[in-house]
């Protein structure tokens, strides 16, 4: 166990919808991350918060938005799902982006389908 | 950000040493160089971290040149639970890693 929660573990929707996942950060850690997996691809990165602020961004489409609260739970928001968007999402978190470390504590991730 | 290369898959067997090489000719003066462990369905989680030469920790061994444009992450003695995808990253801090498409590991009885 990471540490790190992710909620719902399973969601099924509709094309055009919209939905919200949620990611609670390891206790402590300051920075959240977010990564799609596709089915037998490697992990995109999507974006990245530190402490309520946007750090960097990735290959994230204009339909997703994400944000960090001040209670440091990050919230990823897919809108206007098309099929493609079925996917594995993870949430990660870090101490301190700017310490030299890679290690990144990943949570057990959200599946998508959009059907 | 260096780029890493490492083969698509690998094959082996209960009991073996396994070797994976990680390619990374553009590594920079300042980065590490990391590996994560991928189970199906779930997220990557951290094996070993070094800078130079050797790194050793409870599961795994990184063996790191003296050029640091390679590096080697050793699993000894390999048990069938050790089926996984294996990445190899470099950078400094944890906002400055990217995951390539990684190593996939099959473990034979």
């Known amino acids: 166990d990471s540490g790190v929660t992710q909620t719902p573990k399973h969601l099924i929707t509709a094309t055009g919808q919209r939905v919200t996942l949620r990611c609670s950060p390891r206790s402590g850690d300051l920075s959240v991350y977010w990564y799609q997996q596709s089915l037998d691809q490697g992990l995109q990165f999507l974006i990245q918060y530190y402490n309520g602020e946007e750090r960097a961004k990735g290959n994230i489409l204009e339909r997703f938005s994400a944000q960090q609260f001040p209670d440091l739970h990050s919230e990823l928001n897919l809108s206007s799902l098309e099929l493609g968007d079925s996917a594995l999402y993870f949430c990660?978190?870090?101490?301190?982006?700017?310490?030299?470390?890679?290690?990144?504590?990943f949570g057990p991730g959200t599946r998508l389908t959009v059907l | 950000l260096a780029k890493t290369t490492q083969p698509i898959s690998m094959d082996s067997y209960e009991g073996q040493e396994v070797n994976i090489t990680c390619s990374h000719n553009?590594?920079?003066?300042?980065?590490?160089i990391t590996w994560y462990q991928q189970f199906p369905s779930q997220g990557p989680r951290f094996i070993i971290q070094g800078y130079k030469t050797k790194v050793t920790n409870e599961v795994a061994s990184l063996f790191i040149p003296a050029d640091r444009k390679s590096s080697t992450l050793s699993l000894p003695r390999v048990s069938l639970s050790d089926t996984a995808v294996y990445y190899c990253l470099v950078g400094f801090s944890a906002s400055k890693i990217i995951f390539g498409s990684g190593t996939r590991l099959s473990i034979r009885p």
């Open positions: 990660a978190s870090s101490v301190d982006p700017l310490q030299v470390t890679n290690e990144q504590f």
């Open positions: 553009n590594i920079a003066t300042n980065d590490y």
